[in-house]
Nanobody, 123 residues
Framework: QLQLVESGGGLVQPGGSLRLSCTAS????????IGWFRQAPGKEREGVSC????????NYAVSVKGRFTISRDNAKNTVYLQMNSPGPGGTGVYYC????????????????WGEGTQVTVTS
């Protein structure tokens, strides 16, 4: 099962930028669709964005569309989430996760959750 590790979290201003990274530990993620999720304090985990295995398909939550960009570099075994102007609602723990099976599509079934990376939006 694909095990992913998130990094790049930290403090960011509401109008600032931050780039998160998601890498595979001991394996390759090149064949998997990868999704980013976040969990804000006191709220359920929600989907943020997803990219299929060859970057031909991406999707975004309405709340981040136009401000966040998902991308991947399979040669570097990494998927990125560029966060621009995250706003106060951007605070939370961000997780990436791989889709088990067909890498052309996003959505469940998913593999294992990682520990996530904390993003705190503060002015």
């Amino acid at each position: 099962q694909l095990q992913l590790v998130e990094s790049g979290g930290g403090l960011v201003q509401p109008g600032g930028s931050l780039r998160l990274s998601c890498t595979a530990s001991g394996s390759t993620l090149r064949n998997n669709a990868i999704g980013w999720f976040r969990q804000a304090p006191g709220k359920e985990r929600e989907g943020v964005s997803c990219i299929n295995h060859n970057s031909e398909y991406t999707n975004y939550a309405v709340s981040v569309k136009g401000r966040f960009t998902i991308s991947r570099d399979n040669a570097k075994n990494t998927v990125y989430l560029q966060m621009n102007s995250p706003g106060p609602g951007g605070t939370g723990v961000y997780y990436c996760i791989g889709r088990d099976g067909n890498g052309h599509r996003c959505g469940p079934p998913f593999g294992a959750w990682g520990e996530g990376t904390q993003v705190t939006v503060t002015s």
